[in-house]
């Protein structure tokens, strides 16, 4: 069965909660972007608030701007179940403190994605490289695979040419979709990226 792919944007729902203060937090947060383990960096007694200008409506998953995954434990209860924690996906709990600085009853994860696949079709996407560098890539805005070069086990990866962006599986997604998960939004691949 042939499978399509998608990446992660943000939900903008008005109504949805939203982590802002990940780097005044964690020192070394932009690990978090790289695909390398986290939990030297990120202990579970990490405490991050809800911003105060952002909505009151929980969401299985919690927008951002800084690219995370912030994931409810019915989401962590899918990565699981499809074998995903551990070597393709690092669980990082984390306190979730309401905007009065209250514990939040769920607890919440960061689900950091450790697979990286060399698979950016660089002559169809849309990209920009870092200034001053030939290699390193400043943002893709169309992004589209080399599918052959895809292992048939990758359900939750990142592209390995830019690491940033992370990727899932179509089956990954309905998995998401069937478990009633909210907050989540994605991006077909070949489609424009929203800046």
């Known amino acids: 069965m042939p499978y399509s792919f998608y990446t992660f944007g943000h939900a903008l729902d008005s109504r949805a909660v939203e982590i802002v203060d990940l780097p005044d937090k964690v020192e070394d947060y932009f690990y978090l972007s790289d695909g390398v383990p986290m939990a030297p960096y990120l202990p579970p007694t ?30 962590c209860e899918v990565l699981s179940s499809r074998g995903l924690v551990g ?77 940033e962006m992370m990727v899932l599986r179509s089956d990954l997604l309905d998995a998401f979709h069937q478990a009633g998960l909210t907050g989540l939004a994605v991006h077909p691949t070949g489609t424009t990226i929203p800046g």
């Open 46 to 75: 990490t405490e991050l608030r809800l911003y105060e200008e952002a909505g009151d409506m929980f969401t299985d998953f919690i927008d951002n701007p800084d690219g995370v995954l912030y994931v409810s434990p019915q989401v």
């Open 87 to 163: 070597a393709a996906v690092e669980l990082l709990p984390f306190v979730l403190l309401d905007k009065r600085g209250r514990r939040v009853r769920e607890s919440y994860a960061i689900a950091n994605p450790l697979v990286s696949v060399p698979c950016l079709d660089f002559e169809r996407s849309k990209y920009r490289r870092r200034a001053g560098s030939p290699i390193e890539l400043a943002e893709v805005n169309l992004l589209h695979l080399r599918e052959d070069a895809l292992p048939e086990d990758v359900q939750l990866f990142r592209v390995a040419e830019f690491t």
